[in-house]
């Protein structure tokens, strides 16, 4: 049943409402927009666009809940644009990568980014959980990390603390094929 859904609904998309239907609802959502950065390259005739993510900003009062790729700044060098109305979704069964991507160097949501047919790249996703965004890379998704908002992080620490059950790690024993069978 669950492999007919997903031929159904292949999409760039269903990667969020696979994880959604399948193991646990979103524990806590938080809303974000994102706000990418297009700057073109290339040498005489040949330009091409180079995107990257300025950051992500946190908060259900943003003015304009579903813009998508409408322009808020522009310089002779870059192009920036909004894309609101994402959410950041923490799930339980994560608890451990949200905490590894935490205590490590460069703590970083991670934007899982889809081609338009226009060349244009548009944010689909927004996590914490660096394993989603390495699934988003073998996806063929663009995948960029920016830096967590000190209220996303707080938010995201206290997710941790309050579900986070430590597994205890345990070494598998290996079978003995030497030994003579007893019967």
């Not at 944010?123 to 995948?143: I, Q, W």
């Not at 990390?145 to 997710?159: G, K, N």
Request: overall charge negative.
């Amino acid at each position: 049943m669950l492999a007919l859904w997903l031929v159904q609904n292949a999409s760039h998309s269903g990667r969020r409402h696979l994880r959604a239907s399948m193991a646990t609802r979103p524990r806590l959502s938080i809303p974000v927009a994102v706000i990418m950065g297009r700057r073109m390259v290339g040498r005489d005739r040949w330009r091409v666009p180079s995107w990257r993510v300025v950051g992500v900003v946190a908060g259900g009062n943003l003015p304009g809940r579903e813009l998508r790729g409408e322009p808020v700044h522009s310089t002779e060098d870059e192009q920036q644009f909004l894309w609101s109305g994402l959410v950041l979704e923490l799930y339980r069964d994560a608890t451990e990568s949200y905490w590894s991507n935490l205590v490590g160097s460069d703590p970083a949501l991670y934007v899982l980014c889809t081609s338009t047919d226009e060349g244009t790249l548009e944010p689909e996703c927004v996590t914490a959980d660096p394993n989603e965004a390495g699934s988003g890379v073998e996806g063929n998704d663009r995948v960029f990390a920016a830096p967590i908002p000190p209220e996303v992080y707080q938010q995201l620490e206290r997710f941790i603390v309050e579900h986070h059950v430590p597994q205890e790690k345990r070494k598998r024993k290996r079978t003995d094929w030497t030994a003579e069978d007893p019967s």
